[in-house]
């Protein structure tokens, strides 16, 4: 038998014989099918809430900060009208 031409990315045969055959790799089937062990799935749980309510100092200063804000807006605007509002006259 003759050694198969040796074929690169820029030849392709023309032919091919059909009676041409590639050396094979003799392969060994294991006696037992691989088969995947079982994945086992664990549900988690959240962690539980704390049971108690916890002061928080930045939220309060917070709110103090924007009750003062809109209480001198509201002061400003009401000024304002009142300035703007001249029909009535005081004695």
Known sequence: ???????????VPATVSPSATLPTT??????????KPARTVTPTTAAPASSGR???????????????FLTAIFILAYK???????SYHSL
């Not at 009208?81 to 001249?86: E, L, M, S, V």
């Open 1 to 11: 038998s003759s050694p198969a031409p040796a074929v690169n990315s820029k030849t």
């Open 80 to 86: 304002w009208w009142q300035k703007r509002n001249k």
């Open 26 to 35: 003799p392969t060994s089937t294991p006696s037992t099918p691989h088969t």
């Open 54 to 68: 916890k002061f928080d100092g930045a939220s309060f200063i917070g709110g103090i900060i924007l009750g003062m």
